[in-house]
């Protein structure tokens, strides 16, 4: 019975001490602890096993695109051809004055008959422009037409007109106006006065007709003799005319110079164009004036402001 225990004994020590063994083998191995977060990627271990430390991401700008510089292509200008004076005075830049009305005093109404004269021989003159003058008419009483201080006279088709209707009536593109070669003999206006007068004639006209296009006749000089009778400045008109160069170039308005062609080496009217002891033009006054006109569409077709084939427009 003793060596029965013994034996139970043993056999339990031994059991007991293989429990402890295999226990404290179990505790030393070591418990891989990583945990991988939802939504990351661990680095892939290179050769050495060893994880590479993750470089910073640094955002590249976008590439800017290099602009090409281009050279623009010569534009080629094509000047008008010179128009010889022959040409000229056989109305080869007539058409220039299509759609275009000449206002004025006795002055125009003379003119107007000259142009008519040129057109019934087969001429060419002036395109279609019409010329419509009253006799007596002075810038001060163009003024007062518009002003409503004195009655219209400016005559067409039986009515008459002051000159912004007149130039509203016709639907013209072009006014052409000469008034006031008379006036300061017989008014004694100065220069300011009739800056003033052509100043309020033009505002009313292009209130009426906002796209026309306003071209001023230098006020020719007059004879010595009247002149002399009235007292008056015979430069007069030469300061006038001179502030009507700085009017429009200021307000962008044409000028067609006429005095000038008429003046003698005084200054006065040239004794050769006059048909009367005033100022009033005969057939050769008349040819200068025709020229003067003429003059100016060949100054506006040179300088490229105008092209006959605009006249089709």
Not at 52 to 68: D, F, K, N, V, Y
Not at 77 to 91: K, N, R
Not at 263 to 287: I, M, P, V, W
Request: hydrophobic share 35%.
């Amino acid at each position: 019975m003793k060596k029965v225990r013994y034996l139970i004994i043993k056999t339990c020590g031994i059991l007991l001490a293989s429990l402890f063994l295999t226990g404290g083998c179990a505790a030393a191995q070591p418990v891989d602890q990583t945990t991988e977060l939802p939504g990351t990627q661990s680095a892939a271990p290179d050769a050495s096993g060893e994880k590479e430390p993750a470089e910073p991401q640094t955002e590249q700008p976008a590439p800017t695109a290099t602009p090409t510089l281009r050279t623009p292509d010569p534009t080629p200008t094509t000047m008008p051809s010179p128009v010889s004076d022959e040409a000229l005075q056989s109305g080869a830049l007539d058409s220039f004055f299509n759609d275009s009305v000449l206002i004025g005093d006795s002055m125009t109404a003379g003119f107007s008959h000259y142009v008519l004269a040129q057109r019934e021989d087969g001429g060419v003159c002036l395109g279609n422009m019409k010329c419509i003058g009253q006799s007596g008419l002075f810038l001060k009483h163009a003024y007062q037409m518009e002003t409503g201080e004195r009655s219209p006279v400016l005559p067409y088709r039986g009515r008459n007109y002051c000159v912004s209707d007149l130039v509203q009536t016709l639907g013209t593109k072009t006014l052409y106006l000469l008034l006031g070669v008379n006036d300061a003999y017989v008014f004694q206006s100065t220069v300011e006065e009739e800056l003033l007068c052509f100043d309020e004639i033009i505002r009313k006209t292009r209130e009426k007709s906002p796209g026309v296009q306003i071209v001023l006749i230098t006020i020719p000089p007059v004879l010595k003799s009247y002149a002399r009778d009235y007292a008056c400045d015979p430069h007069f008109n030469v300061d006038v005319n001179e502030a009507l160069y700085r009017y429009c170039e200021e307000n962008g308005f044409g000028v067609v110079e006429l005095a000038a062609r008429l003046r003698d080496e005084d200054g006065y009217l040239d004794r050769t164009c006059c048909s009367d002891d005033k100022f009033h033009l005969n057939q050769d006054g008349d040819a200068l004036w025709l020229a003067a006109l003429r003059e100016y569409a060949r100054t506006q077709y040179e300088t490229g402001a105008w092209t006959p084939e605009e006249a089709a427009d």
